[in-house]
Nanobody, 124 residues
Framework: QVHLLESGGGMVQPGGSLRLSCAAS????????MGWFRQAPGKEREFMAA????????TYSDSVKGRFTISRDNAKNTVYLQMNSLAPDDTAVYYC?????????????????WGQGTQVTVSS
């Protein structure tokens, strides 16, 4: 079965941290650039971060650069998003995505497979 399964979401206080994980099944994970997107209530889904096939290249949106870190473990078919210094504006459903063969494909929204999403709520 082909799918991406996110985990690690939840509620955290402002300034806190969370680590999201996304486990891939049914695909050759190492052949896909991977990314994270988020969608807040009433807003469009927006790009957060992307990582290349080997993990050697990463790209971030300006809103999370310096606070979020994307990484991957091809042996475990898993991509991660470490989120630090979280703020209420980071509250959203976070989606994992498999793109093409480079980070540009993810940045452009050329997504082959989406996860179901995991809720992150930042509130005091």
């Amino acid at each position: 079965q082909v799918h991406l399964l996110e985990s690690g979401g939840g509620m955290v206080q402002p300034g806190g941290s969370l680590r999201l994980s996304c486990a891939a099944s049914g695909i050759t994970f190492s052949r896909y650039a991977m990314g994270w997107f988020r969608q807040a209530p009433g807003k469009e889904r927006e790009f957060m971060a992307a990582i290349s096939l080997s993990g050697g290249t990463t790209t971030y949106s300006d809103s999370v650069k310096g606070r979020f870190t994307i990484s991957r473990d091809n042996a475990k078919n898993t991509v991660y998003l470490q989120m630090n210094s979280l703020a209420p504006d980071d509250t959203a459903v976070y989606y994992c995505a498999a793109g093409g063969t480079n980070t540009r494909s993810v940045l452009k929204g050329e997504i082959s497979l989406w996860g179901q999403g995991t809720q992150v709520t930042v509130s005091s």
